[in-house]
């Protein structure tokens, strides 16, 4: 990794785009191409249109969680323009390795109109760090009530040794140490600003509560769309799947996968994941890859609606003082 930091930006971007089509070429020559597109074909569309209207929720609740963080550090956000600045920040995440250029551009355009930068990048920053922490908690409790699994299912095959359970652990492990040394700069900057703004909007009451019951919300919806394209997928319609309990736990850990900040939207993380997942639940490694894509080409539609604010100028955000007394103060940056 130390050598992909030589590389300037616009190397680096191609680098990360090389890695996810490599991924992915990988996944579709262990996989029948074919078989996963008639498979796909089964997701009828209503469970489409379900899903669709479930990430509505999912964006309008996320933006009001960005708002509560932004009105705790002392900036005023309206819940229009957070609407619309996180469908933009998702469209392009969609679009740019990483997963977070979004975020970056949506931290850029809050701070255009006010003083306090550091504070609208601390917001986006503590927002997105608190759907982070409760998905690694609740895909803890998913993983700790539900391993080991059933084991394997009829007509299933399985190998007769553990290397895929020592397999996945030592990818993930060293995914996250890949992922840190990508990040560990711009960490290390911000972390002499974060404490205090942490403080106030995660750490103090109510804060903590409004932002672990809106987080824990928002991580229901995206294992609902999960579940959803699940049954889609198995011929059930609009319907919760048989085996819904296991599969939380397995969606949870691709949720997982795809938080690390290595390829474009996850694509090829979370297919070779759930090659890895899926046979450990004694359920075909395919029926994992096939639900990981749908799951990606549903994301990707539901993002673009962010597209049309790129044609939309920036939005107004004025300072406005905080209630408490330990509101961090920042001097301008110009």
């Not at 191609?14 to 089509?21: H, N, P, Q």
């Not at 379900?50 to 009001?64: E, Y």
């Not at 409760?134 to 700790?144: G, Q, T």
């Not at 990508?182 to 960490?187: A, E, I, N, S, T």
Request: charged share 15%; net charge positive.
């Amino acid at each position: 990794m130390a050598v992909i930091r030589r590389f300037g930006p616009r190397s680096q971007l191609v680098l990360r785009w090389l890695v996810t089509l490599i991924i992915l070429g990988l996944v579709v020559y262990v996989l029948d191409i074919d078989s996963l597109l008639n498979q796909l074909g089964r997701i009828g569309a209503g469970t489409i249109v379900s899903c669709l209207v479930i990430t509505l929720a999912q964006v309008g609740l996320s933006a009001w969680r960005w708002r509560y963080t932004s009105r705790r550090l002392g900036l005023r956000l309206g819940m229009v323009p957070a609407i619309r600045e996180y469908y933009l920040a998702t469209f392009i995440n969609q679009l740019l390795p990483g997963g977070v250029m979004g975020d970056v551009n949506r931290a850029w355009r809050q701070s255009r109109d006010t003083e306090q930068k550091l504070a609208a990048a601390n917001a986006v920053v503590i927002e997105r760090f608190s759907g982070q922490l409760v998905l690694v908690l609740i895909a803890a409790l998913l993983v700790a009530g539900f391993w080991p699994f059933s084991g394997p299912v009829p007509g299933t095959h399985q190998s007769g040794d553990n290397n895929g359970s020592l397999l996945l652990p030592g990818l993930l492990v060293a995914t996250a140490v890949v992922a840190l040394a990508v990040w560990r700069k711009p960490l290390l900057r911000y972390l002499g600003h974060l404490g205090k703004d942490i403080r106030l909007a995660l750490l103090s009451w109510p804060a903590f509560g409004v932002q672990v019951v809106t987080s824990a919300i928002i991580l229901a919806t995206y294992l609902a769309v999960f579940l959803l394209l699940a049954a889609g997928l198995n011929g059930e319609g609009v319907a919760m799947p048989a085996d819904w309990r296991p599969l939380l736990a397995l969606c949870a850990g691709l949720l997982l996968a795809m938080s690390l900040p290595l390829t474009v939207a996850g694509w090829g993380v979370r297919e070779g994941v759930a090659i890895l997942l899926w046979p450990m639940a004694g359920l075909p490694a395919e029926e994992g890859a096939v639900l990981s894509v749908a799951y990606g080409l549903l994301v990707l539609v539901s993002s673009l609606p962010g597209a049309c604010a790129l044609l939309a100028g920036p939005f107004s955000v004025r300072r406005e003082r905080a209630s408490g007394p330990d509101r961090t103060t920042y001097p301008s940056q110009d």
